[in-house]
């Protein structure tokens, strides 16, 4: 009778331990995540309020280091993994419209000007959506 009872209280601490420890790694892997990504994005942020062509090519420069941090960042669920490797796709596909928008005020042509604004409008609801997402996966169920 004590062995049977010792083996269900081990069974239950190891189920417990077991749900519990995919909890942890999530909650560790998008603390760390974020703390990376937030940084990144606070440097661009200050980076891009000079609005010069030079500063948009630094916020090209800096998007696509972030891309690479991120893969190569170890993750332990593929749903990290899988939302990783979008950010990052995400990040390196911003670079192209910041040096087109870098080039148009180069140019001095507000038509062009206002279309890579635009495009850049575009990327950043882009941004938005996957930050809501990765909000989403963060988040303790």
């Known amino acids: ?15 417990l331990a077991a ?4 909890v942890f790694k999530k909650t560790r892997e998008c603390n760390r995540l974020a703390l990376q990504v937030n940084q990144e994005l606070d440097h661009i942020e200050e980076r891009a309020k000079a609005k010069t062509p030079a500063a948009y090519r630094g916020v090209a420069a800096s998007y696509q280091r972030l891309a690479k941090q991120l893969r190569s960042q170890p993750l332990a669920t593929p749903a990290g993994v899988q ?12 670079s192209p419209p910041l ?6 005020l180069e140019g001095k042509d507000p038509n062009r000007i206002a279309e890579t604004k635009r495009g850049l409008e ?3 609801r882009q941004q938005k959506n996957l930050q809501n997402r990765f909000e989403l996966f963060c988040r303790p169920r």
Not at 19 to 22: E, F, I, P, R, V
Not at 85 to 92: T, V
Not at 99 to 104: G, P, S, T, V
């Open 83 to 94: 939302l990783t490797e979008e950010y990052a796709a995400f990040f390196e596909a911003v």
């Open 99 to 104: 040096e087109l928008h870098a080039q148009a």
């Open 122 to 124: 575009h990327v950043t």
């Open 19 to 22: 749900t519990g420890c995919g």
């Open 1 to 15: 009778m004590t062995s049977d009872r010792t083996l269900r209280i081990c069974l239950l601490v190891f189920a």
